[in-house]
C-alpha cells in the first residue's frame, strides 16, 4: 500500500486565508480558520488540482464565477459523501434548510446526521456548505464563521452577479 502525499497551499481572499489540500486524485481540502497544530499534514507546494482551485475561486471572488470544475476527492464516510454530493446540487445564490436536506436524501429524521455532515465538509466554499441555514431562515453555525457565511452568501446573492 503506498503512502497518499497530500499538498498544501495558502491563499488570501475575501474572507481571509484558504488553506487547500490536494493529492493525485483531486482537491481533497479547502478550510478557514486554522489554528497551528490542527493543520492537516501536507507538503507546502502546488499541484494541477490546486492551481485549477486558485484559479476558480479567484474567479468566484472577483463575480465571475458561479460553478465550480476542479476535481474533488473529499475524504469521509458514504453517508457524509452522499450529503456532500447533495450540496452540490444547491443552486448558486439560494439556500436550503438541514431539513430539506435531509428530505432531499430520502430521509426528514436524519436532520441531526446531515447537520453534522455537513459541518465535517472538507470543501467549503466549493462544496457548498454555506448555503445551509437553519428551518427558520437564520443562519447557523459554520466552520469558518457566521461573519464569513454571510459574506458568502451575500456575494452570491443574484442582483450582485452576473
Excluded at 490546486?50 to 464565477?65: C, K, S
Excluded at 476542479?70 to 443552486?91: D, R
Excluded at 454555506?130 to 446573492?157: C, M, P, Q, S
Amino acid at each position: 500500500m503506498t503512502t497518499q502525499v497530500f499538498i498544501h497551499s495558502e491563499i488570501e481572499s475575501p474572507v481571509g486565508p484558504l488553506h487547500l489540500y490536494a493529492n493525485e486524485d483531486g482537491l481533497t481540502g479547502l478550510y478557514m480558520n486554522i489554528q497551528k497544530g490542527d493543520q492537516p499534514a501536507g507538503v507546502d507546494g502546488t499541484n494541477p488540482f490546486i492551481d485549477e482551485a486558485i484559479q476558480e475561486l479567484n474567479e468566484y471572488f472577483a463575480g465571475g464565477r458561479r460553478d465550480f470544475t476542479v476535481k474533488l476527492a473529499p475524504i469521509g464516510t458514504k453517508f457524509q459523501q452522499s450529503v456532500w454530493t447533495e450540496l452540490m446540487n444547491i443552486p448558486f445564490g439560494k439556500t436550503i434548510s438541514y431539513g430539506e436536506l435531509a428530505k432531499r436524501l430520502g430521509d426528514p429524521l436524519l436532520t441531526r446526521a446531515v447537520g453534522t455532515a455537513n459541518g465535517s465538509n472538507p470543501i467549503s466554499i466549493i462544496i457548498p456548505c454555506h448555503r445551509v441555514i437553519g428551518a427558520n431562515g437564520h443562519l447557523t453555525g459554520y466552520g469558518g464563521g457566521i461573519e464569513r457565511k454571510r459574506w458568502l452568501l451575500d456575494h452570491e446573492a443574484e442582483d450582485q452577479l452576473f
